[in-house]
């Protein structure tokens, strides 16, 4: 089990400073949810943590290891895993070559062996198949395995790429707006599946999201943005009766007291 | 019945073709085989190019620079040494694997710059590789024996001649020679390129080759080195063309630089569109439709209707022969934007159900 | 499953056994002797003989194609007319290489086992691709150019002198003229490739002769903008500029230097003009300073080979504009049949035959197309004469004749041939 | 000296020329994101059509077809093909534009041949001299022309609601769309203007020091493409930049030629891509290109 430190992360676009030394950490094991309003810097930290920006100042560690410098592909070989909020699936693949992708850093890069059509690497591919159809059973996919993405439904979509960030066998996964453009049923059952993947695999989330409801109903703890600050950085409980986050995030009312502000 | 039949259609199918590929020499004269030859060896190198644009995205002109290494490289490897140009006297096969694997190493010397630019920069970029090849091939004399280029070494394996005659082989009172030879070599050749790609692109890097080109960044953070993804694929598509430079100098007799020129990278990209991006069977249609159909117009201009007299100036067979295959990049593109593997895919779903598509598509 | 892919194979096998059986390629047609005792190679039946054209109609040449091609018919249906040859008629079988090597190959492959010889096979590059099949098929050719390179393959009938010597013969017309005196430096700019190796042996040789400073510049053979080489060329001072360049460099030269000052003799190859020319705006500054130094004569020469040639050719095609390649194409096209009854009183008709008589030929008059030529002495040129002639837009082909043919004292002891450097 | 100066004169006269191309195909890239391969053949054809209509209806009235022809194909390119496919891949209607640019190339070099075809223009082979240097009045008339179109266009660009919406369009065409901005018509004045920016850069091309119109004048029209690259695919100014950079290049390299013997001859025709080279080394959107953003 590892802890991600974010320390005094800033990042600038210009004259925009969509980060400014912001700091939290996950601690492993549970769901720690980032959030706050549009253009608060979600993304732009999940994207720092996934190695996608370079930050201006400021590092970020998983347990001793400093990931700020590393290129993403090596960060996802230290077991981050992360979705997008646009999902980016191949969707003229199927959804079984999808998950396999996801098995790319878990498989030995042989290009001569593969182009010969060796054994060995046929053998290699079945035994990946075989996990990657367990993390589509796990995530009720099983079904769709032979379609092309693009046919899949939205929601099936976003829990394709879930599972997909899942075969890569995290230890952790930065989750970007799951649940945003689902109903409340799809909300209430992708809710379900964060819960499993924490409990059952053990795998740390940090979720972005803007679903207040859904945050509170399974974060253990929550990190507050607004305009690149950090406002707020505690349980759930206490960040609804937090003045600051009340003011920033929730337009000056708190949905729960209807209270002017 | 009908359903073990429908299984066993496509199978028939393959070995009716292969059958009918090896027997060819027994029936059509050295103008089919030639013909045939030219259009292995583009087949060859259009399955390299599918790989780079088609599957890995990246819009390439250089594919006539690696062609002329590999084709001048088999030259210097196995040429005679001693004459006038620079040969080594490589045994052939050994010649034109080194010739190959030299072509691999440009493109590895190449891709800093490929994986550094994006999409159209690096189309325009790969330009230069056809120009600076052009200026080299017309300079170097001592080793491209200049504007004249230079004669291909024989190709022998194990004192069989391949593009020779010694010793003499008549397969049913068909006298085997040169052409007749070279035609197996090119279609081992072919099957080998074709084969090597489909486990490429069926594997690991084919899948990773496949993300990267739909988003580099989703690519990276699961895991692939985007950077390290597109050079491969520039490596392996140069190795391609390599090979396809190999096969061309010996269907050509001798490699002149002429040939290698920008309009060969526009025919080859043609070739891909028209066939289908980022399918093999695709490539290899689409490089036979290409390279043939300028050919058996000239031949066959006289018979056909509505071609000119060539030098008449009407429409003759070659200006008919270009404005087909324009047309057919547009078309292709417009209204069939798998090529003619995805016509084909189409219509095998059509006849036959659960028939397993043979391409790998994109 | 394996079981029926097995079957699968063994009937396709044996259809394709049967089939192998039936082959009908087996037959070939080799070398015989007819009834008339005439012995016959590839392209020649009992009653016609075939020669061959790979020429370009469709790409960057098309217009020298078509009318080498078209005045090859003329010479074929005047042959014919009159009974043909060794009781034979002769027959044509043209292909459009449109300026593509890999085309050319691939159709020289088709052509060649049924033709006796190759009247045409134009384009620098495809006859250096070809030159190794040309050989080892030992098919008599004609390249419609003239690099002294072309000389060292047996099989190859170049009628006129080669380029090197037009240029030999051009300086010393300018030193006799009194245009160049020692010291002097003059320009060439050539083209990249044999057009423009085989040109500039000429006028190294001649520079060096006479003493001139040669100031070289190669060009490519796309390149339209002449005006930084003639700059260059002026900064030197150069006396005269002499040329093997394409007709819009040649007019792009022309144009420039008399824009910049640059009034002096330019001298050109003969593939170096065209008529339409004249229409540009360089047309003013080609009849000042241009002066063409070519082996085969204008149309508009006063002997009876180009007055023959134009007049067939005007009649065939009226609305056509005729060029030198008329000439050059009517007598290259004579010389040709030429070797055709040389082989026939030979009563061979094969490979070899037409080898044998191409050399015994002696002397052949094309009517004063071509000076005099001779092939006897494999290696050399047929002729190191060649003569000058000057833009006249009044006349057909654009070309006046100011000099008949000559060899200059400079080309009698140039070392002309493969031997040259 | 009066050597160089000379050449410099002529690398960038040659260079105004490459930079009205690279401005045309810089207009469509920054409206459409399309690289427009066929303006090679656009520029052919504006040109062919001077050349052949000027004997009959005069110099100006050639000129005025010459240029409508090449807008209307590049109205037609848009039309029929461009907005049909904005949807796809810019590899894909890349691609498409070499399909074009095949056919039309095609039926121009045949109806060309090997002519050269004279354009008609009244600056002929004049030259214009000054302190001792000579000046091409047709090259003088060509950068007359191209700082009238380029200084107008930076014009259209800056202060009309189609410059405004093209701009919008070239940094985020979706959300352009959203705000209600056209983007067929974006496409289209793009086509038109790129059109009419090559059929002047093609008369220019092909009059004085240049003979006339030859079937190879679209060749020499790829000779822009290092030009666009060097200066950046979406910067207008940087294509004025690199034309003229491109110019110098090949001018410098051929007038030079005995000096850089070392490097081979016939440079002059490879200089602008060994430039090209070595600013993509350096900057690999270009000089004046929009860097991205994203780090992968």
Redesign the interface.
Known sequence: MSTLRVDEVSVR?GALVALDAVSFTVEPGTVHAVIGPNGAGKSTCLNVLSG???PDAGRVYLDDRELTRL??HHIARLGIARTFQNIEVSGAETVEDNLMLGRHHLMRPRLAATAFGLPSVAREERRHRTRVREIADFLGLSAALDRPAALLPYGLRKRLELARALAMEPRLLLLDEPVAGMDGAETAEMADVILRVRTELGVTVVLVEHDMGMVTRIADRVTVLDFGRRIFDGSPAAMAADPAVVEAYLGGAPSSTKEPA | MSDRLNRLMPKAGWVAAVIVLLALPLYVDGFWLSAGLVAMAAAVGAVGLTLL?GAA?Q?SFAHAFFLAVGAYGYACFSGEPGAATLGLGLPPALGAALAIAVTGALGLAFS??AS??????L???S??LV??G???L???TGVTGGFNGRDTPMFTLAGFDVTGSEPPVTVAGVPFGATERLWYLGLVALAGAGVIARNLLRGRTGRALRMVRDS??A??VLGVD?RRSKATAFVVSSMFAGAAGVLSALALDRVVPDYFG?LLS?EF??MI?IGG?GSVGGAVTGAAFVTLLPIVLARYSGVLPLVADAGSGG?DAA?LA??C??????LV??IQ?DGLAGLGRRLRARLGPAVPSLQEST | MRKNALRVVAVAAVVALVATGCSTKATRSGGATGTDGVRTGPGVTADTITLAALTDM?G?????GKQLVQVGELVRAEVNNSGGVCGRKLEFQVSDHGYNVQKAVTLYKSMEPNSLAFLQILGAPINAALAESVTRDKVLTLPATFAQALLANPYVVLPGATYDLELVNGVAYLAEQGRLARGDAIGHIYQ?GEYGASALAGSRYAAEKLGLKL??????A????????V??LK?EGVKAVLLTTS??QT??V???A????LEVPLVGNNPTF?Q??L????G??LRANFLWSSTVAPLSADRPGPKAALAAYTKAYPNEKPSYSVGSGYGAAKVFVEIVRKACQNKDLTRDGMAKAFRQLGQVDTGGVFPPLDFSKPGKPSTTASGIAQPDPALPGGLKEVRAPFVSDLAKEYPAGADAK | M??LV??VI??LS?GSIYALIALGFVVI?KATEV?NFAHGSMLMLGAYVIAATHGRIGFPAAVAAGLATAATVGLLIDRL?VS??RR?????L???T??????L???LA?RV??????MG?P?????WRVAGF?F?VSRLAAIAVALVLIVAFAALVRYTDWGVAMRAAAEDAEAASLMGIRLGRVSMVAWVVAGVLAAVAGLFLA??????L????S??A?RA??A??VGG?DSLSGAVVGGLVIGLAE??A?????QLLFL???????AP??V??AV??WR???LFGTR?????
Do not use: C
């Open positions: 676009f996608v920006y370079r290129r993403p | 644009v995205g819009l800093p710059v550094r630019l994006r999409g159209i920069y189309g325009v970029a330009l230069s120009f600076v052009q200026h080299l017309h300079n170097l580099e960044v690519a990276a985007v920008l526009v990209l043609a569109v991006l429409v200006v270009r404005f295959y324009g047309a057919a990049v547009v593109i417009l934007p | 469709s960057p040449f098309a217009p020298i990249e100031v070289q510049r190669q060009v490519k796309t390149e339209e903008d002449m005006a930084s080489y700059t260059s900064a007709p819009k007019a792009s022309a144009a420039v008399k824009s910049v000052g065209t339409s020319l229409d540009t705006p360089a003013p500054a | 009066s050597n000379e050449l002529n690398g040659l890239f690289v093909l049909r496919l796809r891949s810019h590899t894909a890349a691609i498409v070499i399909g074009v640019d095949i056919v190339g095609a039926e045949r041949g090997t002519e050269v075809l004279n223009d600056w002929l082979d004049h030259t000579t091409p009059t004085f020091p240049s003979p006339g030859s079937a190879t004048a060749t020499t790829l493409f290092p666009v690259v695919m001018t410098l051929a007038g030079y030629s005995e081979g001859r016939g440079l002059g025709d490879v891509y060994a090209m080279i993509l080394l690999p959107t270009g991205e953003l994203s780090r992968v």
